[in-house]
């Protein structure tokens, strides 16, 4: 129910800004608006302004749209022919089209503004000690280096640290680190992901590159315990402390969790301490796939204590200029990288398994929201920053296919004919289409895979 209401609650604020946008300047511009819609299909609630407007929310509340006085689109009464849309210049129906994604940019930077100002707790870019035979080992990073740039640009926190890396490694473009070592002895270390994995590296690349974050030493004692799951079912609780596993002596959380990843569908017999008492329980991990491999996975986490992670945190907040400059910046960075990625996965060097369709998006939604108000404001930004990039493509039904129609009104003088919109409309279709059904496809696939 959590993952639903806040899918429904983030669909609808993107919506109404998106359509606000494209309401407001055709109010600005002088066109009478008839509709404004939240959702498709039968009105099932409905508002009529003193302008003639009538705010309607409908059934299926995947989209919406604003309805404007369009000769177009039906006759239109003599008194509304000078406020109807086609009767408007070029460059103010381009206005009013371009106005939706611009919306949904201008909300990430104010999202993002508001988060830089209240400030983020974050944990310290430290890592952990890399796995063997990573680039990150053979590069010379150690357990407890703290990364301070990646090619030139600061590191404050591990989200800046997992973005950079993203953002300047795709294409397994090399990596310049400026680090820190436990004894305070600076390091620069080259980074490179082998071009053979560019599929693998785009959707986890600290993984690929054998970066991990630093923790502390955790107890194998169960937090916890997801319902009907492997360790529900074994009949394990909260606050057990695992002893052993298949007989091999457990001292801490990681070895407990190679010992369950290694197990994928095999029984697992733990050793555990509860209550005083030793008792000896069978749990079978649920085996889910990770890349071109199997794990195991009970369905647990690790009981931590208050405040083991407070050294590790780091609050990061700006004054409100800065933190303005910085939100412009991110949003930029991240419209950029979208359409960088797109463009490879057109090319054909960029997997589309990095496309998402609406179960990851409620996926994340749910999630973000768990993790409380701040995850899912930065969330709201991030799908924000997705829509109005999406909105923008050349392709016909969406926004961008509407303004290259109208720019090329503007070379030629005279507006694209009919006949060539309609077919436009029905390769659109057809591009849409072809990206849902990837989209979907890989929402599918994450389902069933983990």
């Not at 959707?203 to 009907?228: K, T």
């Not at 992670?309 to 907040?317: G, I, M, N, P």
């Not at 200029?321 to 463009?343: H, I």
């Not at 939604?365 to 829509?387: E, H, I, P, R």
Request: glycine share 10%; net charge negative; with cysteine.
């Amino acid at each position: 129910m959590t993952t639903l209401l806040s899918f429904l609650l983030a669909i609808a604020i993107l919506i109404v800004i998106h359509e606000f946008g494209h309401y407001l300047v055709a109010r600005a511009c002088g066109v009478k608006v008839l509709r404004f819609s939240v959702g498709f299909g039968n009105v099932i609630a409905r508002h009529q302004d003193r302008h003639g407007t009538e705010w309607a929310l409908s059934a299926i509340p995947l989209g919406g749209y604003v309805k404007m006085v369009d000769e177009r689109e039906g006759d239109v009464a003599e008194g509304d022919l000078p406020y109807a849309f086609n009767r408007k210049t070029v460059w103010q129906r381009m206005a009013i089209v371009a106005a939706g994604p611009l919306a949904n940019f201008l909300l990430a930077i104010v999202l993002y503004w508001a988060l830089f100002v209240h400030g983020v707790t974050a944990l310290k870019p430290i890592i952990g000690a890399p796995p063997q035979d990573t680039p990150a080992l053979m590069a010379g990073l150690a357990d407890g280096d703290e990364i301070r740039s990646i090619n030139g640009e600061a590191v404050s926190n591990w989200q800046d640290l997992h973005w950079l890396v993203l953002k300047h490694g795709v294409g397994a473009a090399p990596l310049d680190l400026e680090a820190v070592d436990a004894a305070g002895h600076l390091k620069f270390i080259r980074l490179q992901a082998d071009p053979a994995q560019s599929e693998a590296f785009e959707q986890d690349p600290l993984n690929l590159l054998g970066v991990r974050r630093f923790d502390p030493v955790i107890p194998a004692v169960l937090g916890e315990i997801m319902a009907d799951s492997p360790a529900a079912l074994a009949g394990l609780q909260a606050g057990d402390h695992v002893i052993a596993a298949n007989q091999s002596p457990i001292a801490h959380w990681a070895e407990l969790v190679r010992a369950i990843r290694e197990s994928p569908g095999r029984a697992l017999e733990l050793e555990v301490e509860r209550n005083g008492r030793r008792l000896v329980m069978a749990v079978t991990p649920q085996s889910v796939q990770a890349g071109n491999a199997s794990m195991g996975r009970i369905g647990a986490g690790p009981r931590v204590e208050p405040g083991m992670f407070e050294h590790l945190q780091v609050q990061t907040a700006y004054g409100p200029v800065e933190a303005a400059g910085r939100a412009l910046t991110k949003t930029w960075e991240l419209s950029v990288f979208s359409l960088r990625m797109l463009g490879r996965m057109i090319m054909g060097e960029a997997s589309l398994k990095n496309l998402s369709g609406p179960i990851t998006i409620a996926d994340y939604a749910g999630k973000s929201a768990q993790a409380g108000l701040t995850a899912f404001v930065a969330f709201l930004a991030l799908v924000s920053v997705s829509l109005g990039v999406l909105n923008l493509l050349p392709v016909p039904l969406l926004d961008g296919g509407h303004l290259l129609y109208y720019s090329a009104e503007l070379v030629t003088g005279k507006p694209v004919s009919e006949g060539i919109q309609v077919i436009g409309q029905k390769i659109g279709a057809a591009l849409l289409a072809a990206l849902m059904f990837f989209a979907l496809f890989n929402d599918f696939q994450r389902l069933l895979t983990g």
